[in-house]
């Protein structure tokens, strides 16, 4: 299992069906304009915002140029500490592995805090297919879960649902999973967010098995971080006397003191907020931890590779693993705001989803190929990213080796790319190159912006809206132009609600 | 071959193009961003704490040492609390006013026992005034993590200025990676549903902050021997 949405259209079909969705598109577009409106005050109140940015970049680059160093000394911390080690070349591998430590403890259920690697490598299906039911804790993930649908954003994955649509969610679907929803339900926030803390606790308060991804490991001290709103992690990560951990390698920072740099900026740039309401850090296990009796007595970390390596050794795509998931470069992408998550066809959503689902898979699906078109080039998501990723570049690096091919890394091995003749990817740019030209306003906007992007290679067509607006279907598309649209939020006139 | 040398193996070969770079990593990231933001007297710190954790929701309340007893048997009795969950080591003298009946943080408690008690009283490791952020470390007075999610009441109890910092740099200082650590920015929040903020989910839904004077005692804060432990 690759984590591939199997048969997901490439970026431009699905895109086109979202941009109809006009439901779809006025939350996106509420939800979006609303984090950026907080997050640029958040970000406002701290005056060393960019010096902390560039640690924040410095950091991870470090950590990743001698990522081998620093997983040994992690996978030492954390046995010191009590834990496991495991490590996972691929999704299959970390499924299995997963999947036998749940059987160890005799289980055929687990709670799970919301993780984009678990995501990734299709854990819940894997664990399904084992006769293991994987119940996930967040509420966003519940709504998705029990709607039998994908997440569309890193952050709020229940974007896409009105209020209305989740009421009937929970009354329909949530007696097949355990505490039915209450009689006369309405759909209140409030009454939504009681039911569902009542539906899960009986689930938190019986699991014996947690399961969870971390947002950041210390390899000095083989300390995990966990970053939260609800509680649903504390529960995850405290209650159960099993807690397995499944964490991407390039999750990594050097020394305790690192994370001063990242908990300043990570909520900040994510909820917008000065700090999350929950954090929960952890090393190892009650046992390994002297003269104490707190949380787990068994605790499993899975070290997942799955394209990370490979992505490694891409010199420019390489920085896309400094990525610590804040989500930022989502609520800015006016790509993203019109086609919603669900057309990148893959678990990371929005600028980094097509600068990172390509790399970790490869472009040999159509998706993955027309991923890097699904870019206006704009350059916005490299202004807000907390850790300086310039995904600008990197979409015309992936853009250049789809259409021109070269040299790339697979599964460890170097392998030399043909060019996409007559791919999806072409196809997709070719037609969004259409709508461009016969839109001079649009195009304008998007070439003063591409030019911005440094190794710009006129092969790679600029303009805006590429992929998305290849429907054409004008009137569908947005109310304001895109070049409005830059205008009156690259001038600071950005009234949101 | 082990997918560990695999996976190590591969990272090597991916970072072969970088040269060598032997900087210590004291010296290899530059840290001249601010350890805070903005000069403060311990007064204003305390003030900024206050006002960031109500912004965040926290019920925030004030009184002076010998006030303590008879606060927080005001605000269990106000919450109409019939049980609390007190870790082993807070203070006795603390509840000593109160009539609630005591439940014991203990290993052996289910998780449901605690679903049914109605609050819980902590002290805490140290507070961030910058972010109004409350940091508990499992010491004795603060207990194990779950007794602080599992009851929908919690009150935490810090002492000020002495446990006050400004910042998140001066708080990571000040705590022992060692310890299971829970931050707490005001209570259990969602905003999944319309981006509508609706508080409480699955921890407390009412997290009340008593900023207890310490000034007069001169207590030094309760950490400090866990940065001797880091040193
Ligand atoms: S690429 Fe940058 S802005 Fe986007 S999610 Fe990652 S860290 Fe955040």
Redesign the interface.
């Known amino acids: 299992m690759s984590g591939t949405f199997v048969g997901m259209p490439a970026f431009p079909v699905a895109a086109q069906e979202a941009v109809h969705d006009s439901t779809l598109r006025g939350n996106l577009r509420h939800a979006t304009h609303t984090i950026r409106a907080k997050r640029e005050k958040a970000v406002a109140e701290v005056s060393d915002w960019a010096a902390l940015r560039e640690a924040g970049k410095q950091i991870k680059d470090h950590t990743l140029r001698h990522l081998d160093r620093y997983l040994v000394q992690l996978e030492e911390a954390v046995t010191a500490a009590g834990g496991v080690v495991h490590w996972a070349a691929d999704a299959d591998e970390a499924n299995r592995i997963v999947t036998a430590l749940v059987r160890m403890t005799g289980e055929t259920e687990v709670v799970k805090v919301k993780s984009m690697a678990t995501q990734e490598i299709g854990l819940n299906e894997a664990l399904e297919a084992a006769g293991i039911h994987a119940y996930e804790t967040d509420l966003a993930e519940l709504i998705v879960q029990l709607g039998k649908d994908r997440p569309s954003h890193i952050l709020v994955p229940a974007i896409h649902r009105n209020r209305g649509e989740i009421r009937d969610i929970f009354a329909r679907e949530m007696g097949e999973w355990g505490r039915p929803a209450p009689e006369g339900l309405t759909d209140t926030p409030a009454e939504l967010a009681e039911a569902a803390r009542l539906h899960l606790r009986e689930k938190f308060l019986r699991a014996k098995v947690g399961i969870s991804g971390a947002n950041f490991m210390v390899a000095e001290t083989g300390t995990l971080v966990v970053v939260e709103s609800e509680g649903n992690g504390r529960m995850c990560l405290t209650l159960p006397e099993t807690l397995i951990s499944v964490v991407g390698i390039e999750k990594i920072v050097p020394s305790w003191r690192d994370l001063e740099v990242f908990l300043q900026t990570l909520p900040r740039s994510s909820t917008a907020e000065r700090m999350n309401p929950y954090t929960s850090m952890w090393t190892g296990t009650k046992d390994g931890r002297a003269g104490e009796d707190d949380g787990p007595g068994t605790f499993h970390l899975v070290l997942l590779d799955n394209g990370r390596t490979d992505t490694l050794a891409d010199e420019v795509g390489r920085q896309a693993l400094r990525c610590i998931r804040c989500s930022a470069c989502l609520n800015v992408c006016p790509v993203y705001e019109r086609a919603g998550g669900h057309a990148y066809g893959s678990v990371y959503p929005g600028p980094i989803g097509a600068i990172l689902s390509p790399q970790l898979r490869g472009t040999g699906s159509e998706i993955d190929a027309s991923l890097p078109y699904a870019s206006s080039l704009c350059g916005a998501c490299y202004e807000v990213c907390p850790v300086a990723i310039d995904i600008p570049e990197v979409l015309v690096h992936l853009r250049e080796r789809i259409a021109e091919g070269g040299p790339a890394t697979r599964d460890g091995n170097r392998v030399l790319l043909k060019p996409a003749k007559g791919h999806a990817a072409e196809r997709a740019a070719m037609r969004a190159a259409r709508w461009a030209f016969s839109h001079p306003g649009a195009l304008r906007g998007g070439q003063r912006l591409a030019s911005r992007t440094r190794r710009f290679h006129p092969r790679t067509l600029p303009g805006p809206g590429r992929a998305w607006s290849a429907t054409r279907d004008l009137p569908e598309v947005p109310a304001e132009s895109f070049r409005d649209w830059w205008q009156r939020t690259r001038g600071g006139k950005d009234v949101t609600k | 071959m082990?997918?560990?040398d695999?996976?190590?193996?591969?990272?090597?070969?991916?970072?072969a193009?970088?040269r060598d770079?032997d900087t210590p990593?004291e010296r290899?990231?530059?840290?001249?961003?601010?350890r805070e933001?903005g000069e403060r007297t311990p007064a204003q710190t305390v003030a900024l704490l206050a006002e960031?954790l109500a912004d965040?929701r926290a019920v925030v309340h004030r009184c002076a040492a010998d006030a303590l007893p008879a606060t927080l048997a005001g605000l269990l009795a106000a919450r109409g609390s019939g049980t609390v969950v007190v870790p082993e080591g807070l203070d006795g003298a603390w509840l000593a006013e109160s009539e609630v009946t005591r439940v014991a943080d203990r290993?052996t408690g289910?998780?449901?026992e605690l679903?049914a008690v109605d609050s819980v009283v902590t002290a805490c490791a140290v507070a961030?005034a910058?972010?109004?952020?409350i940091v508990l470390d499992?010491s004795p007075d603060q207990g194990?993590?779950?007794i602080t999610?599992?009851p929908d009441h919690h009150i935490c109890v810090v002492r000020v200025p002495g446990q006050v910092v400004s910042s998140?740099?001066q708080a990571?200082e000040r705590l022992d990676?060692?310890?299971?650590?829970?931050?707490?920015?005001?209570?259990?929040?969602?905003?999944?549903?319309?981006?509508?903020r609706?508080e409480?989910?699955?921890?407390?839904r009412t997290l009340e902050v008593v900023l207890v004077d310490d000034a007069s005692q001169g207590v030094p804060p309760s950490s400090g021997e866990h940065v001797a432990r880091l040193a």
């Open positions: 082990s997918s560990r695999l996976i190590l193996g591969r990272v090597r070969r991916a970072t193009d970088i770079d990593y290899a990231v530059d840290r001249s961003y601010l933001h960031n965040y290993a289910t998780a449901h679903d961030v910058e972010t109004g952020t499992a194990r993590r779950r999610l599992v998140v740099p990571l990676p060692a310890r299971p650590l829970t931050w707490i920015s005001g209570p259990s929040a969602t905003s999944d549903i319309e981006l509508d609706v409480g989910v699955h921890g407390p």
